[in-house]
């Protein structure tokens, strides 16, 4: 068949979580691989021979030694803080008043919004990552340009209007009933539009009253195929903010559980300072915890527990948190979670931070049967990663004695230039 493509390159398959077993039982590795592509799906992976012999009439795309993985999954992003990524020397709520809000009061301009999205979405692919979750503003418009532009480019893509109806600028906030009606509007034009999902989303417990907060525990209810995303215990003056604002909850995440906001389709980014009773009903309900490591070093949160927390059952995601993370990079975003974990003293393994950075976050977004993995019927999302792609990368992997040590130099010392060719649903857009 003329749409069938072979994409020839190094690959790994994941078979399990690296967390739960060994990573050489974990991953199937082949030296000279092969993804077929039909109809936007992968239809199969294998030894390049056998799949070239198998499928003749394939058109053949031979990469040489560059790696053929899924596509890196960022699961909590900000799109429209992209313009002002990388701002210097706050901790999260000065940070928020003094660059983040006033960036986020220009999405009430529809063309500013798209220039954003388009800008943001160019970024990202560049960098590898082929499916975001991201947090738009209060305002309407920002949502309808994420969606319109992620779906004109074909992609995967997971966003929701951010809902503050206190502690933010007048411009920025909106109502219990407000942010209830625009939520259910939006999520009824766009969730299932292709490949959007609509995402149910409380920008945090200090920007909500209890009754807006309940508001989205309600719509959640009437829509639980949506996922449902926010931020907890991601610093320790946040965790007494909430505790001053919340005095008859338990803890932290007991300010969303009472109000319908913990499931298993949870995705709560950071969770770096939780308490014992947290993390077991986190566990429980089977949410999704999203490592954000690069903005956890860069505004100073703290140190996420990889190790306890995974050793527990739990369900990680990772995750470039754009912009408070300072980095439109997977590679990067890798990078900073191997040091942290070896801050923590819990040493990842490079198979488990590709695991995190595609089908782990992938599985975060209950995604996993759709993206983030090589393997047949999965959705012809990839990346072509060179694995040499500069002299300092080179000279390291050529040194390794197996893939993971020829990959680790890319994950440290990695960036866009290391992303040969992209590929959404099979068609080539880099």
């Known amino acids: 068949m003329t749409d069938q493509r072979l994409i020839l390159g190094q690959t790994i398959e994941f078979t399990g979580d690296p967390f739960e077993v060994p990573p050489a039982e974990a991953v199937r590795h082949q030296r000279h691989g092969a993804v077929l592509v039909e109809g936007g799906l992968i239809g199969a992976v294998g030894m390049a021979d056998d799949l070239r012999a198998t499928y003749p009439q394939a058109i053949v795309e031979d990469r040489g030694d560059a790696l053929i993985s899924p596509g890196f999954v960022d699961p909590h992003v900000h799109y429209p803080q992209t313009a002002m990524i990388a701002s210097w020397g706050k901790r999260l709520i000065d940070w928020l008043n003094t660059y983040t809000f006033p960036e986020e009061m220009r999405f009430d301009d529809p063309a500013y919004a798209a220039e954003i999205a388009a800008r943001y979405f160019d970024l990202t692919l560049a960098n590898g ?10 305002h309407p418009a920002s949502v309808t340009a994420f969606f319109a532009e992620a779906k004109a480019r074909g992609l995967r893509a997971y966003g929701g209007k951010t809902c503050m109806d206190r502690n933010a600028p007048d411009p920025l906030l909106d109502t219990v009933q407000s942010a209830y009606d625009d939520s259910k509007a939006l999520l009824e034009t766009w969730h299932g539009a292709g490949r959007l999902s609509y995402v149910i989303t409380p920008r945090f417990s200090p920007t909500s009253t209890r009754d807006q907060l309940a508001a989205l525990g309600a719509l959640w209810a009437e829509y639980p195929d949506c996922l449902m995303q926010t931020h907890l215990a991601e610093q320790a003056d946040e965790v007494a903010w909430v505790a001053s604002l919340f005095p008859e909850a338990r803890d932290y995440l007991d300010t969303y559980e009472a109000a319908g906001l913990l499931g298993a389709k949870g995705l709560y980014g950071h969770a770096i300072h939780l308490k014992s009773r947290e993390r077991a009903r986190l566990a429980e309900a089977g949410a999704a915890l999203i490592h954000c490591p690069t903005s956890n070093t860069f505004i100073g949160s703290g140190l996420f527990d990889m190790g306890g927390l995974k050793a527990e059952g739990q369900r990680v995601g990772l995750a470039t948190d754009t912009g408070g993370g300072s980095s439109f990079s997977m590679l990067r975003t890798m990078a900073a ?77 990695g960036d866009d230039r290391a992303i040969e060719a992209v590929w959404i649903a099979g068609e080539k857009r880099l």
């Open 337 to 413: 979670a191997y040091e942290i974990g070896q801050l923590s003293g819990t040493p990842l393994h490079p198979a488990q931070l590709w695991w995190l950075a595609t089908a782990g976050s992938a599985e975060a977004l209950g995604a996993g049967h759709q993206i983030g993995t090589l393997a047949k019927g999965i959705e012809a999302d990839l990346i072509a990663v060179d694995l040499a792609s500069t002299p300092a990368i080179a000279q390291s992997a050529a040194r390794a004695e197996d893939i993971w040590q020829a990959i680790f130099p890319t994950i440290m010392m």
């Open 129 to 138: 990552t082929t499916t975001v979750s991201t947090f738009a503003t209060s």
